[in-house]
């Protein structure tokens, strides 16, 4: 084992009378990875102020955790702090521009603060960064209402699906 700074080695697990080390940011990644996963069920319940709690305790032990940081965009808009909320979606994105949480959490702030248009180009992102991850399209599908686009393999804002969609649903409506 080595004495490096950074490789202060705890012990994580026993497996078959075997301890199994980890270093202390190994630690503190699954610490705050555990703490998001609580802090999601709370933003989910609308306990905002709670799940920031947990997502701020995670920050202490990882500053650089951007799924922490961005859920804390979340928190913050359900506590009616918009401006600094998407501010610290944004700078995440920045930071990350390939991160489908980021732009997850930044159609979440705009859906809070009433702005649809711009919630659903960036959880429309999400969805396209997302590829392959479930829990992600799980979460997209449970915030978006929208139907899905009359031509799949069209963009949803293609004139063609516009028009079609204004049909099918003026059809549906007996109209």
Known sequence: ?????????????????????????????QFAEEMVRRAK?????????????YLRQALERVPDHKECQA???????????????????????????????????????????????????????????STGDRKMEGALDKLDPRRPPVISWLPRDNFLNIFLGKWRSKMNRGG
């Open 41 to 53: 069920r709370l933003i989910e319940e609308n306990r905002h102020k709670d799940a920031e709690l």
């Open 71 to 129: 859920y804390i965009a979340v928190c913050l808009a359900g506590k009616r702090k918009f401006i600094s909320a998407e501010k610290l979606a944004k700078n995440v994105i920045r930071n990350n521009p390939y991160d489908p949480v980021a732009y997850y959490a930044l159609g979440r702030v705009n859906l809070i603060g009433s702005r649809r248009g711009s919630a659903f180009r960036n959880l429309e992102k999400a969805r396209n960064l």
């Open 1 to 29: 084992m080595s004495d490096t700074k950074n490789t202060i080695l705890k012990p994580s697990q026993q497996i078959h009378d075997k301890v199994v080390y980890s270093t202390t940011r190994e630690v503190d990644m």
